[in-house]
């Protein structure tokens, strides 16, 4: 069992910032792809961005690449989506998850385990 605990979201204005923040507990971090999803209201949930367990592979949706950077910290156990030049297209609730590979989790959709979300509202 893995324990994620999502953290950062908030309100902001177009072309601002933010960070997310993952906290895992559990079993060990570093055994685990993680990924952030999102889901808009009325909306599927989305692939947003993954990581593998080194951090050596980064996967991007097209809608966010060049624009959010996701990165992951092992003795930390935690994975962050910095999140630049947000738009209101980005307002949703963001998903932490934890899954095999970085490539399994876009490709899946999702993984094994989920975090509770946290809301991103980005205004015009």
């Known amino acids: 069992q893995v324990l994620l605990v999502e953290s950062g979201g908030g309100l902001v204005q177009a072309g601002g910032s933010l960070t997310l923040s993952c906290a895992a507990s559990?079993?060990?971090?570093?055994?685990?792809?993680m990924g952030w999803f999102r889901q808009a209201p009325g909306k599927e949930r989305e692939f947003v961005a993954s990581i593998s367990r080194t951090g050596g592979i980064t996967l991007y949706a097209d809608s966010v690449k060049g624009r959010f950077t996701v990165s992951r910290d092992n003795d930390k156990n935690t994975v962050q989506l910095q999140m630049n030049i947000l738009k209101p297209e980005d307002t949703a609730v963001y998903y932490c998850?934890?899954?095999?590979?970085?490539?399994?989790?876009?490709?899946?959709?999702?993984?094994?385990?989920w975090g509770q979300g946290t809301q991103v509202t980005v205004s015009a």
């Open positions: 998850a934890a899954g095999r590979t970085a490539r399994e989790l876009a490709s899946r959709g999702g993984g094994d385990y």
């Open positions: 559990g079993r060990t971090f570093s055994n685990y792809g």
